[in-house]
T-cell receptor, first 112, second 113 residues
Framework: IAGITQAPTSQILAAGRRMTLRCTQD?????MYWYRQDLGLGLRLIHY???????GKGEVPDGYSVSRANTDDFPLTLASAVPSQTSVYFC???????????FGQGTRLTVV | GQQVMQIPQYQHVQEGEDFTTYCNSS?????IQWYKQRPGGHPVFLIQ?????EVKKQKRLTFQFGEAKKNSSLHITATQTTDVGTYFC?????????????FGEGTQLTVNP
């Protein structure tokens, strides 16, 4: 079934550790996004990529980095995790800019 | 930068009552999208509005885009328990670098049977 897959589903991480959240889509979508969701704050954009080879900063990029080496994959890396990065992370993709976004199932990350 | 505000944050209704959530943007939007997230789930696309003053319907759901393309609303007629979830609007503001979807905080709807 075509779609967007995130891994892991959940993770407990010690503060200071490095962590990469994986995101893969098989819909050949050009645009991909990473959001974090916190209670009362909705979905906030961390980083985005409008096409393979390019990335951009969203609303809350500090402490996170991304890469877009190919169309399908858009990993999100926390170089040195801090407790404030405890959140639910959603990866999304869209066929092109201005079209509907398809979301992955999310990764629940707890930094202790 | 662009801000998208959504009210109310929470809404509790009895089954059969109507429900409305409102979305306001600080800037003019190229389009607005609406998503629904069931408890424990991920956001799922409902609809996109593009034209000034546009109104679209999906069964009991009615979506409106304001004339100035800065506000929008979602109205559900005669709510059902299956409508439970959080409804998000997402404003799309065209930038030279491409699309930047900005989500509102969401309205969490609970429906009492």
């Amino acid at each position: 079934i075509a779609g967007i897959t995130q891994a892991p589903t959940s993770q407990i991480l010690a503060a200071g550790r490095r962590m990469t959240l994986r995101c893969t889509q098989d819909m050949r979508h050009n645009a991909m996004y990473w959001y974090r969701q916190d209670l009362g704050l909705g979905l906030r954009l961390i980083h985005y990529s409008n096409t393979a080879g390019t990335t951009g900063k969203g609303e809350v990029p500090d402490g996170y980095s991304v890469s877009r080496a190919n169309t399908d994959d858009f990993p999100l890396t926390l170089a040195s995790a801090v407790p404030s990065q405890t959140s639910v992370y959603f990866c999304a993709s869209s066929d092109s800019i201005h079209t509907e976004a398809f979301f992955g199932q999310g990764t629940r990350l707890t930094v202790v | 930068g662009q801000q998208v505000m959504q009210i109310p944050q929470y809404q509790h209704v009895q089954e059969g009552e109507d429900f409305t959530t409102y979305c306001n943007s600080s800037t003019t939007l190229s389009n607005i999208q609406w998503y629904k997230q069931r408890p424990g789930g991920h956001p799922v696309f409902l609809i996109q509005l593009v034209k000034s003053g546009e109104v679209k319907k999906q069964k009991r759901l009615t979506f409106q885009f304001g004339e100035a393309k800065k506000n929008s609303s979602l109205h559900i007629t005669a709510t059902q328990t299956t409508d439970v979830g959080t409804y998000f609007c997402a404003g799309d503001e065209w930038e030279t670098s491409g699309s930047r979807l900005t989500f509102g905080e969401g309205t969490q709807l609970t429906v009492n049977p």
